[in-house]
């Protein structure tokens, strides 16, 4: 990755299905920039080169709906004029918007069943509190399948109280998916016991 000023090298590193990369590293120095390239994000400002491989097919030439690869950030960027069946159904893989809308809502009700949270189905997304925005905002992340998902300081918005509780239902929900996961924090906390971690490289000068 390589700025006006400045460049930094990473190593070639490899998350398996299931599994956990944490990365960290100082405020401003390409770790949120990491995951806008991984995703398919190109920022005007910064060169990057190297490959991304999901499942084994390269998809740095896809575009961003076919890499299989989600994302989550500290603000969790849900529609504020749709409800919260609404968001979620906004957020569904083709084969699920292929149904009908009864059955595309009965499909989301079930996913909310299973995460305790089917009563607030027709709820304003701005009455929801942190720790259910989270949810949502992983859901919908999740309903889409993908394969890699992308943690950007996922829990920081979150108080004390909520915060170790989202975050290890965050990881059960990923890990039952078998999806393997990157996340991006300043806080050694966020990143499970038994995660891989990459420590971002000092940048060098151009």
Do not use: C
């Amino acid at each position: 990755m390589r700025w006006p000023d400045h460049r930094v090298e990473l190593p070639a590193v490899q998350v398996n299905a299931g599994e956990v990369l944490g990365i960290m590293g100082p405020s401003g120095s390409g770790k949120s920039t990491l995951l806008r390239w991984l995703i398919g994000e190109q920022q005007h400002f910064v060169r990057t080169a190297g490959s991304i491989f999901v499942d084994g097919v390269s998809v740095e030439r896809l575009p961003v709906e076919q890499r299989k690869i989600g994302i989550l950030f500290q603000d969790v960027l849900l529609f504020p004029h749709l409800n919260v069946l609404d968001n979620l159904r906004f957020g569904l893989p083709a084969e699920q918007r292929a149904l009908s809308a009864a059955e595309q809502t009965e499909w989301v009700m079930e996913q909310l069943r299973a995460i305790q949270m089917s009563k607030y189905a027709t709820a304003a997304v701005t009455s929801l509190s942190g720790g259910q925005r989270a949810r949502i905002g992983l859901l919908r992340a999740l309903l889409n399948k993908p394969r890699v998902m992308l943690l950007d300081e996922p829990f920081a918005a979150l108080d004390a109280r909520l915060r170790a509780r989202i975050r290890e239902w965050t990881y059960s929900q990923l890990a039952e998916q078998d999806v393997a996961t990157i996340v991006v924090s300043h806080d050694q906390d966020d990143i499970p016991a038994d995660a891989n971690k990459l420590y971002w490289p000092e940048a060098r000068d151009v």
